[in-house]
């Protein structure tokens, strides 16, 4: 099985403006879950979401920010399990941008050291898709002054 997710995505927006998307907690909350995220390295903080114990999660991501190099580079640990300071799943996920002529190359690589979980690791496969089209959901409703319900 593999222990490392890689993908590639394409913003027609500048760098600035994906990275306000990988880093302002608010902003995070729209595509990802509900979180304490501050963009300081050595930061620890935490993603929240509903427990799914079909998957032996407790809904609850144990982070810590590791790298902040505004614009081009941003990690952070993401460990999880189902509770009582047991994880089943030990990771790092890096962002990288890449300004472009007419936008952004945003990467995303989630390495795991520690994956007994495989549904969870299964899940996060599929799972970072979804979540980045609604960054670029996000982005375009922003712009054009539109809200959803």
């Known amino acids: 099985m593999a222990s490392v997710i890689k993908n590639q995505f394409f913003f027609p927006h500048p760098p600035e403006t994906v990275w306000e998307y990988l880093t302002k907690s608010e902003l995070m909350e729209l595509w990802l879950m ?65 300004p472009t002529g007419n936008g952004t190359e945003l990467f995303l690589e989630h390495s795991f050291s520690k994956n007994e979980n495989v549904n969870l690791f299964n899940g996060f496969a599929d799972g970072w898709i979804k979540h980045i089209k609604r960054i670029a959901e996000s982005i375009n409703t922003s712009q054009h002054g539109n809200t959803k319900a």
């Open 34 to 98: 509900r979180n304490n995220f501050q963009p300081i390295a050595g930061i620890d903080f935490q993603f929240r979401t509903n427990p799914l114990p079909s998957l032996d999660f407790d809904g609850i991501c144990h982070c810590r920010v590791l790298e902040v190099l505004p614009f081009k580079r941003l990690s952070y640990s993401w460990k999880c399990g189902p509770g009582e300071g047991r994880f089943t799943l030990d990771s790092v996920v890096v962002w990288r941008l890449e």
